[in-house]
């Protein structure tokens, strides 16, 4: 009898471990569940956050949009509803009486010119023509993206020996690590030229 009270006894003391990992796993599947359901409710919280946050993004970007649309005739350096390009030198905001010449770059203008030559240089050569530059009437930056930054620039020329008025150009040039190159370069309509406002 004393071995079927000690197989009992086993049972008994099997059946306590048993009972107690099954306790312990149970705490420790409601304390996941608990964390899980912790987790789920944060993740939820930043998701619709980020949809908030994407769709006044939206709104801002058509509203953005449906302003600059409304202005015709005014060139927009802009994607995304934010500015892509800086205003560099502008003659004719530069030559108001509220500025004086001291306050105009000598080295910008000059590198401006240079530039501005560079890409006449290319319309001469591809249309055979003799254009003289006058001098640059705007010029704007792109922001660098990946290493390598454009320069639009807006500038007048004539014919060298031709006493009518200057034409208008416009150009882009691309500068990356190792060159210089002319995008396009050609003549535009005077009256329809790149805003600093748009900036």
Not at 70 to 84: D, N, Q, T, Y
């Amino acid at each position: 009898m004393a071995s079927c009270g000690s197989a009992d006894g086993v049972m008994k003391n099997r059946k306590l471990k048993i009972n107690t990992i099954l306790a312990q796993v149970q705490q420790l599947t409601d304390e996941t569940e608990t964390e899980t359901e912790k987790w789920k409710s944060r993740v939820n919280k930043l998701v619709r956050g980020v949809k908030k946050l994407q769709t006044e993004e939206t709104k801002l970007v058509t509203k953005t949009s449906e302003l600059r649309s409304s202005k015709k005739g005014i060139v927009r350096l802009f994607m995304f509803g934010r500015a892509m390009a800086k205003l560099l030198y502008d003659r004719d905001s530069n030559s108001t009486s509220t500025k004086d010449d001291d306050d105009i770059d000598p080295i910008l203008v000059h590198d401006l010119n240079v530039y501005a030559q560079l890409s006449l240089n290319a319309y001469n050569k591809k249309h055979s023509s003799k254009y003289v530059l006058v001098e640059v009437a705007r010029a704007f930056r792109s922001l660098p993206i990946t290493h390598v930054h454009s320069l639009y620039l807006m500038f007048t020329a004539k014919l060298d020996d031709d006493d009518d008025d200057a034409k208008t150009f416009q150009t882009e040039m691309r500068f990356g690590w190792e060159y210089i190159s002319v995008v396009f370069v050609d003549t535009v309509d005077p009256r329809i030229i790149i805003s600093h406002t748009a900036i």
